[in-house]
């Protein structure tokens, strides 16, 4: 029954993709799961000042993966060892 259960799930989420064009959407909670290396303040401050794009339904947020990891490719420096570098973490 439950292995029933999970492979309609999955089936919707793929169902889903597609519809979507690709788009997966992920809550804030998944978000900071997925994402480690982003913090709540972090996340908050980046859709704040426009660097992530949030969908808002009702209260809730959902952020498309694909901003988010473009979002830290974009965060991503070279440090070389005679370089100090001032950077504001995410």
Same mark, same amino acid.
């Given at each position: 029954?439950?292995?029933?259960?999970?492979?309609?799930?999955?089936?919707?989420?793929?169902?889903?993709?597609?519809?979507?064009?690709?788009?997966?959407?992920?809550?804030?909670?998944?978000?900071?799961?997925? %994402?480690? $290396?982003?913090?709540?303040?972090?996340? !908050? @401050?980046?859709? =704040?000042?426009?660097?992530?794009? #949030?969908?808002?339904?009702?209260?809730?947020?959902?952020?498309?993966?694909?901003?988010?990891?473009? %979002?830290? $490719?974009?965060?991503?420096?070279?440090? !070389? @060892?005679?370089? =100090?570098?001032?950077?504001?973490? #995410?």
């Amino acid at each position: 029954m439950l292995i029933e259960i999970g492979t309609i799930i999955n089936k919707y989420q793929k169902q889903n993709e597609v519809n979507n064009g690709g788009q997966i959407l992920l809550k804030t909670k998944e978000v900071l799961n997925r %994402y480690p $290396a982003i913090s709540n303040y972090g996340l !908050n @401050e980046a859709i =704040k000042n426009g660097f992530i794009p #949030v969908v808002k339904i009702g209260k809730l947020n959902y952020f498309d993966v694909k901003d988010i990891e473009k %979002y830290l $490719a974009s965060n991503k420096i070279v440090v !070389n @060892e005679n370089e =100090k570098v001032n950077k504001k973490y #995410v």
